[in-house]
């Protein structure tokens, strides 16, 4: 069903917004829907054009963790992530991926197209978890 959540977003390059609104789907309620394996610790996000991210499936539990098709009352633009985006704002932003076609649960985690270039694997904004 469809939600709604406020949060602050944070880039890796030092900028951030405060106070957006989302509306879209809960991570919950997708891997509710989902129903992955036991073993599964991790998801990748898979995008429209090949860029992929991982994240923790921990880290996507609470109601502020979507897949978003609205920003601020606006439909997603496309430079913004239209169709989907998924949002994980306890992270850095380039752990909300943009164009969202797909979510992979596996078990071990798996570098995604900015974390093969050198980026942190979890990149938590708090303890500046920029480069791995």
């Known amino acids: 069903s469809q939600a709604k959540s406020h949060s602050d977003i944070h880039c890796v ?14 991570m919950d309620d997708l891997t509710a829907l989902a129903k992955p394996k036991p073993e599964a610790a991790h998801v990748i996000f ?22 978003v098709h609205t920003h601020n009352g606006v439909p997603l633009s496309e430079e913004h992530g239209w169709p989907l985006r ?3 704002p306890a992270l850095y932003f380039w752990k909300s991926a943009k ?20 980026y942190h694997m979890h990149g938590d904004p708090w303890t500046e978890e920029r480069y791995g």
């Open 86 to 88: 998924g949002l994980v």
């Open 13 to 26: 390059t030092t900028w951030s917004k405060f106070d957006n609104d989302w509306d879209g789907v809960t």
């Open 46 to 67: 898979h995008s429209y054009g090949g860029y992929t991210t991982n994240v923790p499936l921990s880290e996507l539990h609470g109601p502020e963790n979507m897949l």
């Open 99 to 118: 164009w969202v076609r797909g979510m992979e649960f596996v078990a071990a985690d798996r570098a995604g197209f900015w974390e093969m270039y050198g």
